[in-house]
């Protein structure tokens, strides 16, 4: 036996060991959370600072004459006529209105260029939605074309080798000649929340992937979240232990595992080839990615409903409750929150899945935005993949806020998650 | 009346060795039992006219209640191999409150489960024997688990209120069975049984308030009224304060002692004192058998079996 002076001074050698050992997990601790944060930083900074200037876009202020002999030679204000017209024309006259020298074919042809051809098509819109417009001068703000965008924005430099330039010395000088006389504007970029893909960078938008993931994810949490419930409680609360409830168990942990891009080859053959579902669409998406999200939902619903205290069970039993009813009304509404984190959880990750997309044919082009989930689409994460592969230095931008959309998505959803779980968790 | 020191006295120090001895040789004591039951007892359980299965021990004094609600014979418990309770007989009255007592382990709570097949949620559980409900054997096929627990309420050691109001807590079970047809109604058997429960000047201006809210006691007396709440016609109560404070214990026991009035109430408790108080008979189990059963005076002042006589005097337990 040590004496109570010998005691204390053990203690107080080992004391000092354990507060080094504090110290230095603690120390372990901190530094790993920078590490992690730091990399996040680096991240949110490189894509923010790329891809915030492709939240505005160059346009350039131009006076058009709307000739009603281009746009309703008839004069029948027939919408037909009118969506038909040619209003490449009109755009170029005003253009040639400004830079009368540009006579030529040649100048001609790159006076236009700096023009975004899509302007046309807004240009049109607006007369088909007011053909009061017609016979009348009007100023337009246009969307410039992607390399005067560029140029504006400072992406690419107006001197060196003209020959390694998409735009010539002549169109630098139109352009600068437009921005002194204040033609020249950066507004909002609605046209990105709002179209879909395009060949033209200053002409595509998110808002067609946006609705194709939304559309993919809807599917999903009918699916998953329903069946995933369904499945925990049965595993959980009335499957017997048998031997088959085990090797049930083993494979949901298993399927949780399983590369996503396996589950696109299953949707493949399963749901196209098999079934006859249409390519492409957000619906055969959803499918694949409810295989991949199950077990995620399954794994965190069983986890839920085993958290739930025994105590509940039992006080529900004794007044008499039959076993449906302690699921029902005492064990379920507890384990709710926790199966909701778990589906959320489950959902961000397919919303940021791409491999199995690829597989069932999401990865076309598709200009067209989707107004259901049985019409081709494309998602967020493929669009991404997309315009990552595309040359012109527009897309660049475009890529980055294609990201940041993304991001900020699934930082809604966690933080739903959050919530949900701060929101409905009960003390007990 | 009863004897004041439960063994915190001088002996209490040769406890442990004394505890030993007494153990081991259950068996050797049973069967010394078994003679002295004759000769010194000869009221034991054969005259409720169903015979104890022959070579067993017998338990000591009289099991049968006057007005027998539910009565128990040859009930015995299996987890998996091992056997919790052998051949327990015992009736509990209407009007009356049987305590429960004998050291950790010896199958209390496993006989309390019993009663309303709370065992049935043990899978390795089983029970054989009859456990009779007005004559009706509880665990027959025929027999439907859900309106025997309605019929046999039980309260839990720890409180566990649900994490719903005060008011749901309460009118869950009426609700679930189909008690009250109107809201009115309804508000009868909540107020009522709040009452009952001696607490309904405690939470009336927060009835809609989460009943985990509560202190400690009063989530107690709320789970005796969600259990009153149903109109039961026994009442288990397994260790009902042993997490509460001396003065919620006294509230409990109060109302333990009017309830009986009503239900016939079956009671697990560790405390000498509180089955001193409450009860009027008492049931000594020690290592899966029922010992000695007898009015609750005689148990503590004038115990037959030496293991009953160790454990009241706090020799052991
Ligand atoms: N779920 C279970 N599975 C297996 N054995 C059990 C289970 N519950 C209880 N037992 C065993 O049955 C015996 C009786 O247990 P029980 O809980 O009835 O004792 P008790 O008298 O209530 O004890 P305490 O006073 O400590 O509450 C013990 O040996 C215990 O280990
Ligand atoms: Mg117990």
Partial sequence: ?428 | MLQPDYGFGPESTHMRSDAKKSVEPVAADLERVDQEDAASDPSGSDDAGIAAPSGAYATIGDITARDPVMTVRAGEVFYGESQALIDINLDIGRHEVVAMIGPSGCGKSTFLRCLNRMNDTIESARVTGEFLLHGENIYAKKSDVVSLRARVGMVFQKPNPFPKSIYENVAYGPRIHGLAVSRAEMDDVVYGSLERAGLIDEVRDRLDEPGTGLSGGQQQRLCIARTIAVNPEVILMDEPCSALDPIATAKIEDLIDELSQNYAIAIVTHSMHQAARVSQRTAYFHLGRLIEVGPTDKIFTNPVHRLTEDYVTGRFG
């Fill in chain 1, 1 to 428: 036996m040590l004496t109570g002076e010998q005691t204390r001074v053990r203690v107080a050698a080992s004391l000092a060991r354990r507060y080094r050992q504090e110290f230095l997990f603690r120390l372990f601790g901190i530094v790993s959370i920078v590490i992690g944060v730091g990399f996040l930083l680096f991240l949110f900074t490189t894509i923010i600072g790329n891809g915030y200037s492709a939240f505005w876009q160059t346009t350039i202020k131009l006076d058009v004459m709307i000739e009603e002999s281009v746009v309703d030679p008839d004069g029948s204000r027939d919408p037909e006529t009118l969506a038909a017209a040619n209003y490449a024309r009109l755009i170029q006259d005003a253009l040639l209105e400004v830079y009368p020298e540009a006579a030529g074919r040649r100048d001609r042809r790159a006076l236009k260029s700096l023009v975004s051809t899509g302007a046309a098509y807004i240009l049109r819109d607006r007369v088909v939605d007011d053909p009061a417009l017609i016979g009348t001068r009007h100023s337009f703000w246009l969307l410039a074309d992607d390399e005067v965008d560029m140029l504006i924005k400072g992406h690419v430099e107006a001197g060196g080798d003209e020959a390694l330039r998409r735009l010539s010395d002549r169109q630098v000088g139109w352009i600068e000649g437009l921005q002194a006389a204040g033609r020249i504007k950066k507004r909002f970029n609605t046209q990105f929340f709002t179209a879909g893909d395009s060949r033209e960078p200053e002409m595509a938008g998110i808002w067609g992937a946006t609705k194709g993931s939304f559309f993919m994810l809807l599917v999903t949490l009918l699916l998953s979240f329903p069946l995933g419930v369904a499945a925990a409680v049965y595993l959980e609360e009335f499957a017997p232990n048998n031997r088959w409830v085990d090797v049930i168990e083993v494979n949901i942990n298993n399927l949780a595992a399983v590369p996503s891009i396996v589950f696109g080859l299953l949707g493949l053959a399963v749901f196209i080839n098999f079934v006859g579902l249409p390519r492409s669409a957000p619906i055969v998406g959803g499918l694949v990615l409810t295989l991949m999200t199950l077990p995620v939902v399954i794994i965190a619903g069983r986890a839920a409903l085993k958290s739930v205290p025994p105590s509940v069970r039992e006080a529900a039993l004794g007044v008499g409750a039959s076993q449906m009813q302690v699921i029902f009304h005492h064990v379920l509404p507890l384990a709710m929150p926790g199966m909701l984190t778990g589906a959320i959880i489950g959902m961000a990750r397919a919303l940021g899945e791409s491999a199995p997309l690829l597989m069932i044919g999401m990865i076309a082009f598709i200009v067209e935005v989707p107004n259901s989930p049985t019409d081709p689409a494309t998602a967020l994460p493929v669009q991404v993949y997309l315009w990552a592969d595309s040359p012109e230095r527009a897309f660049v931008e475009r890529t980055s806020a294609a990201i940041i959309v993304l991001l900020a998505f699934l930082l809604v959803m966690n933080a739903t998650a959050v919530w949900l779980r701060n929101r409905f968790e009960r003390r007990w």
